[in-house]
Protein backbone atom coordinates (compact mmCIF):
# COMPACT_ATOMS: atom_id res chain seq x y z
CA UNK A 1 0.00 0.00 0.00
CA UNK A 2 1.70 3.36 -0.78
CA UNK A 3 2.06 6.30 1.15
CA UNK A 4 -1.87 8.17 -0.33
CA UNK A 5 -3.33 4.79 0.41
CA UNK A 6 -2.41 4.47 3.87
CA UNK A 7 -2.73 7.77 4.75
CA UNK A 8 -6.31 8.11 3.25
CA UNK A 9 -6.82 4.52 5.31
CA UNK A 10 -6.23 6.17 8.26
CA UNK A 11 -8.26 9.18 7.35
CA UNK A 12 -11.48 6.68 7.11
CA UNK A 13 -10.91 4.28 9.76
CA UNK A 14 -10.89 7.94 12.06
CA UNK A 15 -13.88 9.69 9.89
CA UNK A 16 -15.88 6.21 10.84
CA UNK A 17 -14.50 6.56 14.69
CA UNK A 18 -16.20 10.30 14.42
CA UNK A 19 -19.23 9.19 12.92
CA UNK A 20 -18.37 11.90 9.67
CA UNK A 21 -21.23 11.44 6.91
CA UNK A 22 -19.73 10.57 3.79
CA UNK A 23 -20.26 13.11 1.67
CA UNK A 24 -18.04 15.36 4.42
CA UNK A 25 -15.32 12.54 4.37
CA UNK A 26 -15.20 12.68 0.46
CA UNK A 27 -14.62 17.00 0.98
CA UNK A 28 -12.30 16.21 3.62
CA UNK A 29 -10.32 13.81 1.66
CA UNK A 30 -10.01 15.53 -1.86
CA UNK A 31 -6.99 18.02 -1.97
CA UNK A 32 -8.41 21.46 -2.42
CA UNK A 33 -5.56 21.90 -5.35
CA UNK A 34 -2.77 19.84 -6.90
CA UNK A 35 0.10 21.66 -8.91
CA UNK A 36 2.60 20.17 -10.94
CA UNK A 37 5.05 22.32 -13.22
CA UNK A 38 7.70 21.93 -15.35
CA UNK A 39 11.36 23.25 -14.62
CA UNK A 40 13.80 23.67 -16.96
CA UNK A 41 17.41 25.27 -15.66
CA UNK A 42 20.46 25.78 -17.47
CA UNK A 43 22.96 23.21 -16.20
CA UNK A 44 26.15 25.08 -14.87
CA UNK A 45 27.86 23.14 -18.44
CA UNK A 46 25.61 24.95 -20.79
CA UNK A 47 23.18 21.81 -21.56
CA UNK A 48 19.43 22.07 -20.29
CA UNK A 49 17.91 20.21 -17.78
CA UNK A 50 13.83 19.67 -16.85
CA UNK A 51 13.07 18.86 -13.43
CA UNK A 52 9.03 18.48 -12.12
CA UNK A 53 7.53 20.05 -9.49
CA UNK A 54 4.44 19.99 -6.87
CA UNK A 55 2.71 21.69 -4.81
CA UNK A 56 -0.53 19.78 -3.37
CA UNK A 57 -2.45 22.16 -1.26
CA UNK A 58 -4.79 19.70 0.43
CA UNK A 59 -6.79 21.77 3.32
CA UNK A 60 -7.24 25.14 4.04
CA UNK A 61 -10.26 25.36 6.59
CA UNK A 62 -8.70 26.14 9.81
CA UNK A 63 -6.07 28.53 8.31
CA UNK A 64 -3.40 29.34 4.97
CA UNK A 65 -1.79 26.12 4.18
CA UNK A 66 1.18 24.86 5.14
CA UNK A 67 4.01 22.23 4.56
CA UNK A 68 7.63 21.77 3.86
CA UNK A 69 9.29 21.46 0.09
CA UNK A 70 11.22 18.59 -0.64
CA UNK A 71 13.78 17.82 -3.14
CA UNK A 72 14.10 14.22 -3.63
CA UNK A 73 14.88 11.41 -6.39
CA UNK A 74 11.56 9.86 -5.46
CA UNK A 75 9.17 12.78 -5.13
CA UNK A 76 6.04 11.71 -6.92
CA UNK A 77 2.31 13.19 -6.95
CA UNK A 78 1.02 10.45 -4.86
CA UNK A 79 4.10 10.90 -2.23
CA UNK A 80 3.42 14.58 -2.28
CA UNK A 81 -0.41 14.17 -1.97
CA UNK A 82 0.15 11.88 1.14
CA UNK A 83 2.17 14.27 3.12
CA UNK A 84 0.04 17.16 2.08
CA UNK A 85 -2.58 15.22 3.81
CA UNK A 86 -0.56 14.58 6.69
CA UNK A 87 0.48 18.31 6.88
CA UNK A 88 -3.82 19.14 7.87
CA UNK A 89 -3.83 16.50 10.56
CA UNK A 90 -0.81 17.37 11.93
CA UNK A 91 -1.23 21.49 12.11
CA UNK A 92 -4.92 20.20 13.38
CA UNK A 93 -3.13 18.25 16.06
CA UNK A 94 -0.58 20.56 17.31
CA UNK A 95 -3.56 23.26 17.58
CA UNK A 96 -1.98 25.58 15.17
CA UNK A 97 -4.10 27.08 12.65
CA UNK A 98 -3.30 26.05 9.35
CA UNK A 99 -4.15 23.64 7.09
CA UNK A 100 -2.31 21.37 4.75
CA UNK A 101 -0.12 21.16 1.85
CA UNK A 102 3.35 19.92 0.68
CA UNK A 103 5.59 20.10 -2.67
CA UNK A 104 8.65 18.95 -4.31
CA UNK A 105 10.81 18.52 -7.19
CA UNK A 106 11.92 15.26 -8.12
CA UNK A 107 15.92 16.00 -8.25
CA UNK A 108 19.04 14.74 -6.88
CA UNK A 109 20.13 17.38 -4.79
CA UNK A 110 23.48 16.16 -4.16
CA UNK A 111 23.94 16.07 -7.90
CA UNK A 112 23.27 19.72 -8.50
CA UNK A 113 25.94 22.26 -7.10
CA UNK A 114 24.62 25.45 -5.29
CA UNK A 115 24.00 27.85 -8.59
CA UNK A 116 22.00 24.94 -10.46
CA UNK A 117 19.90 24.20 -7.00
CA UNK A 118 19.07 28.19 -6.63
CA UNK A 119 18.47 28.48 -10.25
CA UNK A 120 15.68 25.51 -10.18
CA UNK A 121 14.03 26.62 -6.62
CA UNK A 122 13.78 30.40 -8.53
CA UNK A 123 11.90 28.78 -11.12
CA UNK A 124 9.73 26.59 -8.94
CA UNK A 125 8.55 29.72 -7.72
CA UNK A 126 7.86 31.56 -10.76
CA UNK A 127 5.16 28.57 -11.78
CA UNK A 128 4.02 29.06 -8.21
CA UNK A 129 3.81 32.35 -6.79
CA UNK A 130 0.73 32.97 -7.87
CA UNK A 131 -0.73 30.23 -5.71
CA UNK A 132 1.27 30.43 -2.53
CA UNK A 133 1.29 33.66 -0.48
CA UNK A 134 0.92 35.13 3.36
CA UNK A 135 -2.64 34.14 3.77
CA UNK A 136 -2.94 30.97 0.93
CA UNK A 137 0.06 28.65 1.92
CA UNK A 138 3.05 29.17 3.54
CA UNK A 139 5.91 26.38 2.56
CA UNK A 140 9.02 25.54 4.52
CA UNK A 141 12.06 22.95 4.47
CA UNK A 142 11.26 19.11 3.98
CA UNK A 143 14.24 16.62 2.94
CA UNK A 144 17.08 17.75 0.74
CA UNK A 145 15.91 21.53 1.27
CA UNK A 146 16.83 24.06 3.98
CA UNK A 147 17.26 27.71 4.76
CA UNK A 148 19.11 28.93 1.71
CA UNK A 149 16.46 27.15 -0.17
CA UNK A 150 13.79 29.28 1.69
CA UNK A 151 16.08 32.51 1.13
CA UNK A 152 15.80 31.90 -2.44
CA UNK A 153 11.69 31.17 -2.55
CA UNK A 154 11.65 34.86 -0.30
CA UNK A 155 13.73 36.92 -2.79
CA UNK A 156 12.05 35.35 -6.22
CA UNK A 157 8.61 35.41 -4.43
CA UNK A 158 9.09 39.24 -3.33
CA UNK A 159 10.28 40.19 -7.06
CA UNK A 160 6.19 39.60 -7.36
CA UNK A 161 4.71 40.69 -4.47
CA UNK A 162 6.82 42.70 -2.75
CA UNK A 163 9.27 42.21 0.29
CA UNK A 164 7.55 39.05 2.28
CA UNK A 165 9.02 37.48 4.76
CA UNK A 166 5.93 35.64 6.26
CA UNK A 167 5.55 33.76 2.91
CA UNK A 168 7.98 31.03 4.27
CA UNK A 169 9.11 29.72 7.05
CA UNK A 170 12.47 28.32 8.07
CA UNK A 171 14.56 30.96 6.46
CA UNK A 172 17.97 32.52 8.07
CA UNK A 173 17.41 34.58 10.98
CA UNK A 174 18.93 37.51 9.15
CA UNK A 175 15.90 37.15 6.55
CA UNK A 176 13.31 36.88 9.04
CA UNK A 177 13.65 33.37 10.59
CA UNK A 178 12.58 32.35 13.75
CA UNK A 179 15.49 31.59 16.36
CA UNK A 180 14.99 27.52 17.35
CA UNK A 181 13.43 27.07 13.81
CA UNK A 182 16.31 25.03 12.91
CA UNK A 183 16.17 22.61 16.04
CA UNK A 184 12.67 22.52 16.45
CA UNK A 185 11.74 19.42 14.88
CA UNK A 186 14.38 17.84 16.48
CA UNK A 187 13.48 19.40 19.89
CA UNK A 188 9.50 18.48 19.22
CA UNK A 189 10.78 15.06 18.68
CA UNK A 190 12.74 15.02 21.80
CA UNK A 191 10.00 16.53 23.76
CA UNK A 192 7.52 13.82 22.20
CA UNK A 193 9.72 11.34 23.29
CA UNK A 194 9.68 12.78 26.86
CA UNK A 195 6.29 13.12 26.90
CA UNK A 196 5.94 9.42 25.92
CA UNK A 197 8.75 8.09 28.16
CA UNK A 198 7.14 9.36 31.36
CA UNK A 199 3.78 7.88 30.26
CA UNK A 200 5.48 4.03 30.40
CA UNK A 201 8.66 4.07 32.72
CA UNK A 202 10.37 7.14 34.90
CA UNK A 203 13.16 8.32 33.18
CA UNK A 204 15.38 8.86 30.10
CA UNK A 205 17.63 6.42 30.48
CA UNK A 206 17.25 4.19 27.85
CA UNK A 207 18.84 2.93 24.30
CA UNK A 208 17.90 4.39 21.39
CA UNK A 209 18.56 4.20 17.69
CA UNK A 210 18.19 6.76 14.75
CA UNK A 211 17.80 6.68 12.03
CA UNK A 212 18.77 9.69 9.61
CA UNK A 213 21.44 12.37 10.65
CA UNK A 214 19.82 15.87 8.75
CA UNK A 215 18.13 18.08 10.16
CA UNK A 216 15.67 16.36 12.14
CA UNK A 217 17.59 13.39 13.34
CA UNK A 218 20.82 15.03 14.03
CA UNK A 219 18.87 17.82 16.26
CA UNK A 220 16.63 14.65 18.16
CA UNK A 221 19.98 12.76 18.52
CA UNK A 222 21.79 15.92 20.23
CA UNK A 223 19.11 16.71 22.56
CA UNK A 224 18.25 13.35 23.55
CA UNK A 225 21.47 12.92 24.22
CA UNK A 226 21.92 15.86 26.21
CA UNK A 227 18.97 14.21 28.42
CA UNK A 228 20.28 11.06 29.40
CA UNK A 229 19.64 8.86 26.62
CA UNK A 230 21.55 6.61 25.47
CA UNK A 231 21.90 6.22 21.51
CA UNK A 232 23.58 3.21 20.69
CA UNK A 233 23.31 3.02 16.82
CA UNK A 234 22.60 5.91 14.07
CA UNK A 235 22.74 5.60 10.10
CA UNK A 236 21.83 8.06 7.35
CA UNK A 237 22.17 7.05 3.45
CA UNK A 238 25.86 6.55 3.70
CA UNK A 239 25.24 3.40 6.33
CA UNK A 240 25.24 2.84 9.97
CA UNK A 241 27.99 2.90 12.85
CA UNK A 242 27.02 1.53 16.67
CA UNK A 243 28.36 1.35 19.98
CA UNK A 244 26.68 -0.30 22.83
CA UNK A 245 28.11 1.87 25.70
CA UNK A 246 26.61 5.09 23.90
CA UNK A 247 27.75 6.98 21.02
CA UNK A 248 29.43 10.05 21.30
CA UNK A 249 26.94 12.41 19.77
CA UNK A 250 28.61 15.78 20.02
CA UNK A 251 31.78 14.21 18.97
CA UNK A 252 29.96 12.38 16.04
CA UNK A 253 28.19 16.33 15.13
CA UNK A 254 31.51 17.57 15.30
CA UNK A 255 33.15 15.24 13.29
CA UNK A 256 30.28 15.28 10.22
CA UNK A 257 30.45 19.35 10.32
CA UNK A 258 34.06 19.01 9.77
CA UNK A 259 33.36 16.90 6.71
CA UNK A 260 33.92 13.13 7.93
CA UNK A 261 31.82 10.55 7.26
CA UNK A 262 30.20 7.67 9.32
CA UNK A 263 32.60 5.14 8.53
CA UNK A 264 35.82 6.54 10.01
CA UNK A 265 34.14 7.98 13.10
CA UNK A 266 36.75 6.39 15.82
CA UNK A 267 33.93 6.13 18.64
CA UNK A 268 31.84 3.66 17.09
CA UNK A 269 32.08 0.45 14.71
CA UNK A 270 30.43 0.00 10.91
CA UNK A 271 27.39 -1.97 10.80
CA UNK A 272 24.99 -3.35 8.11
CA UNK A 273 22.53 -0.45 7.72
CA UNK A 274 19.81 -3.06 7.20
CA UNK A 275 20.15 -4.06 10.57
CA UNK A 276 20.05 -0.64 11.86
CA UNK A 277 16.29 -0.29 12.56
CA UNK A 278 16.05 -4.01 13.70
CA UNK A 279 18.86 -3.54 16.61
CA UNK A 280 18.48 -3.82 19.86
CA UNK A 281 16.96 -1.42 21.74
CA UNK A 282 14.42 0.27 23.88
CA UNK A 283 13.14 3.06 21.38
CA UNK A 284 13.26 3.58 17.32
CA UNK A 285 13.43 6.68 16.18
CA UNK A 286 13.36 7.05 12.02
CA UNK A 287 14.09 10.77 10.67
CA UNK A 288 14.81 9.99 7.15
CA UNK A 289 12.42 8.35 4.55
CA UNK A 290 8.99 7.14 4.35
CA UNK A 291 7.99 3.49 4.74
CA UNK A 292 11.09 2.02 6.41
CA UNK A 293 9.42 -0.25 8.60
CA UNK A 294 7.60 -2.49 6.28
CA UNK A 295 6.48 -6.28 6.24
CA UNK A 296 10.15 -7.31 5.13
CA UNK A 297 11.85 -5.75 8.86
CA UNK A 298 8.67 -4.93 10.98
CA UNK A 299 8.48 -8.35 12.90
CA UNK A 300 12.51 -8.36 13.68
CA UNK A 301 12.06 -4.84 15.14
CA UNK A 302 13.11 -5.17 18.66
CA UNK A 303 12.27 -1.64 19.95
CA UNK A 304 9.80 -0.94 22.44
CA UNK A 305 8.94 2.02 21.03
CA UNK A 306 8.94 4.51 17.71
CA UNK A 307 9.03 7.51 17.92
CA UNK A 308 8.10 8.44 13.84
CA UNK A 309 10.63 11.17 13.26
CA UNK A 310 9.98 10.92 10.10
CA UNK A 311 6.90 11.40 7.90
CA UNK A 312 4.91 8.38 7.42
CA UNK A 313 7.98 5.43 8.12
CA UNK A 314 6.39 3.15 8.99
CA UNK A 315 4.20 1.28 6.45
CA UNK A 316 0.25 -0.05 6.87
CA UNK A 317 1.22 -3.56 7.11
CA UNK A 318 4.38 -2.51 9.77
CA UNK A 319 2.02 -0.84 12.10
CA UNK A 320 -0.45 -4.44 11.97
CA UNK A 321 2.68 -6.13 12.56
CA UNK A 322 3.78 -3.91 15.27
CA UNK A 323 0.30 -3.91 17.18
CA UNK A 324 0.81 -7.65 17.62
CA UNK A 325 3.99 -7.42 18.96
CA UNK A 326 3.04 -4.61 21.19
CA UNK A 327 5.20 -1.84 20.09
CA UNK A 328 4.41 1.43 20.80
CA UNK A 329 4.26 3.98 17.76
CA UNK A 330 3.80 7.19 18.48
CA UNK A 331 3.11 8.94 15.05
CA UNK A 332 4.53 11.33 12.50
CA UNK A 333 1.81 13.65 13.35
CA UNK A 334 2.85 14.64 16.59
CA UNK A 335 6.30 13.29 17.16
CA UNK A 336 7.09 15.40 14.55
CA UNK A 337 4.93 18.71 14.94
CA UNK A 338 7.75 20.42 16.57
CA UNK A 339 8.69 21.96 13.40
CA UNK A 340 5.55 23.42 12.15
CA UNK A 341 5.06 24.88 15.59
CA UNK A 342 7.70 26.71 15.43
CA UNK A 343 6.90 27.52 11.44
CA UNK A 344 3.80 29.17 13.41
CA UNK A 345 5.75 31.12 15.53
CA UNK A 346 8.10 32.69 12.99
CA UNK A 347 5.12 33.68 10.68
CA UNK A 348 3.59 35.19 14.08
CA UNK A 349 6.66 36.77 14.42
CA UNK A 350 6.65 38.26 10.72
CA UNK A 351 3.38 39.50 10.99
CA UNK A 352 4.10 41.06 13.92
CA UNK A 353 7.40 42.72 13.28
CA UNK A 354 8.13 41.76 16.75
CA UNK A 355 11.35 39.15 17.46
CA UNK A 356 11.21 36.30 20.32
CA UNK A 357 14.05 35.41 22.30
CA UNK A 358 14.70 31.52 21.75
CA UNK A 359 13.56 30.73 25.46
CA UNK A 360 10.79 32.09 24.75
CA UNK A 361 10.62 29.87 21.34
CA UNK A 362 11.57 26.75 23.30
CA UNK A 363 9.13 27.29 26.71
CA UNK A 364 6.16 27.60 23.66
CA UNK A 365 6.95 24.57 21.38
CA UNK A 366 7.00 22.71 25.02
CA UNK A 367 3.93 24.05 25.89
CA UNK A 368 2.69 23.16 22.52
CA UNK A 369 3.80 19.46 22.56
CA UNK A 370 2.38 18.63 26.51
CA UNK A 371 -0.83 20.14 25.30
CA UNK A 372 -1.12 18.03 21.67
CA UNK A 373 0.34 14.58 23.92
CA UNK A 374 -2.58 15.74 26.48
CA UNK A 375 -5.13 15.60 23.59
CA UNK A 376 -4.23 12.62 22.21
CA UNK A 377 -4.47 10.59 25.27
CA UNK A 378 -8.07 11.37 25.95
CA UNK A 379 -9.09 10.69 22.43
CA UNK A 380 -7.56 7.49 22.79
CA UNK A 381 -9.62 7.01 25.96
CA UNK A 382 -12.58 8.11 24.63
CA UNK A 383 -12.05 6.15 21.09
CA UNK A 384 -10.66 3.51 22.65
CA UNK A 385 -7.80 3.45 20.23
CA UNK A 386 -3.78 3.16 19.61
CA UNK A 387 -1.94 6.29 19.60
CA UNK A 388 -1.93 6.63 15.71
CA UNK A 389 -6.09 6.74 15.30
CA UNK A 390 -5.82 9.14 18.45
CA UNK A 391 -3.81 11.61 16.90
CA UNK A 392 -6.17 10.91 13.48
CA UNK A 393 -9.14 11.39 15.12
CA UNK A 394 -8.10 14.51 17.34
CA UNK A 395 -6.75 15.93 13.94
CA UNK A 396 -9.77 14.98 11.48
CA UNK A 397 -12.31 16.27 14.52
CA UNK A 398 -10.99 19.54 14.29
CA UNK A 399 -10.64 19.97 10.30
CA UNK A 400 -13.99 18.64 10.03
CA UNK A 401 -15.58 21.31 13.11
CA UNK A 402 -13.87 23.83 11.08
CA UNK A 403 -15.22 22.71 7.54
CA UNK A 404 -18.85 22.51 9.13
CA UNK A 405 -18.68 26.02 10.98
CA UNK A 406 -17.92 27.64 7.51
CA UNK A 407 -20.91 25.98 5.92
CA UNK A 408 -19.13 24.21 3.38
CA UNK A 409 -20.96 20.61 4.14
CA UNK A 410 -21.67 19.10 1.07
N1 LIG B 1 12.84 19.44 8.31
C1 LIG B 1 11.73 19.51 9.03
O1 LIG B 1 11.45 20.52 9.71
C2 LIG B 1 10.78 18.36 9.06
C3 LIG B 1 11.08 17.15 8.49
N2 LIG B 1 10.23 16.09 8.65
C4 LIG B 1 10.53 14.78 8.09
O2 LIG B 1 11.72 14.26 8.67
C5 LIG B 1 12.44 13.45 7.73
C6 LIG B 1 13.85 13.97 7.56
O3 LIG B 1 13.79 15.32 7.13
P1 LIG B 1 15.07 16.29 7.25
O4 LIG B 1 15.87 15.91 8.43
O5 LIG B 1 14.56 17.66 7.10
O6 LIG B 1 15.84 15.91 5.92
P2 LIG B 1 17.40 16.12 5.59
O7 LIG B 1 17.47 16.18 4.13
O8 LIG B 1 17.99 17.20 6.41
O9 LIG B 1 18.06 14.74 6.11
C7 LIG B 1 17.64 13.50 5.63
C8 LIG B 1 18.46 12.41 6.30
O10 LIG B 1 17.97 11.14 5.86
C9 LIG B 1 19.06 10.35 5.46
N3 LIG B 1 18.66 9.38 4.44
C10 LIG B 1 18.25 9.62 3.18
N4 LIG B 1 18.02 8.47 2.54
C11 LIG B 1 18.28 7.47 3.41
C12 LIG B 1 18.26 6.08 3.35
N5 LIG B 1 17.93 5.43 2.22
N6 LIG B 1 18.61 5.35 4.46
C13 LIG B 1 18.97 5.99 5.60
N7 LIG B 1 19.01 7.32 5.72
C14 LIG B 1 18.68 8.05 4.65
C15 LIG B 1 20.07 11.35 4.91
O11 LIG B 1 21.38 10.79 4.85
C16 LIG B 1 19.95 12.45 5.95
O12 LIG B 1 20.72 12.16 7.09
C17 LIG B 1 11.59 13.48 6.45
O13 LIG B 1 10.70 12.39 6.48
C18 LIG B 1 10.80 14.78 6.60
O14 LIG B 1 9.60 14.78 5.86
C19 LIG B 1 9.08 16.20 9.38
C20 LIG B 1 8.73 17.38 9.96
C21 LIG B 1 9.49 18.59 9.77
O1 LIG C 1 7.44 23.84 9.07
C1 LIG C 1 6.54 23.63 8.29
O2 LIG C 1 5.80 24.50 7.88
C2 LIG C 1 6.23 22.25 7.77
C3 LIG C 1 7.24 21.20 8.05
C4 LIG C 1 6.85 19.94 7.34
O3 LIG C 1 6.89 19.87 6.14
C5 LIG C 1 6.37 18.80 8.10
O4 LIG C 1 6.00 18.96 9.27
O5 LIG C 1 6.30 17.69 7.53
Not at 91 to 119: F, Q
Not at 338 to 348: C, K, R
Request: aromatic share 6%; glycine share 10%.
Amino acid sequence: MNALAATSRNFRQAARLLGLDSKLQKSLLIPLREIKVECTIPKDDGTLATFVGFRVQHDNSRGPMKGGIRYHPEVDPDEVNALAQLMTWKTAVAAVPYGGAKGGIGCTPGELSRSELERLTRVFTQKIHDLIGINTDVPAPDMGTNAQTMAWILDEYSKFHGHSPAVVTGKPIDLGGSLGRDAATGRGVMYATEALLTEYSDHFRINLVIQGLGNVGSWAAKLIHQKGGKIVAVGDVTGAIRNKSGIDIPALLKHRSEGGSLEDFYGAEVMDAAELLVHECDVLVPCALGGVLNRENAAEVKARFIIEGANHPTDTEADEILAKKGVIVLPDIYANSGGVVVSYFEWVQNIQGFMWDEEKVNRELQKYMKNAFQNIKDMCKSQNCNLRMGAFTLGVNRVAKATLLRGWEA
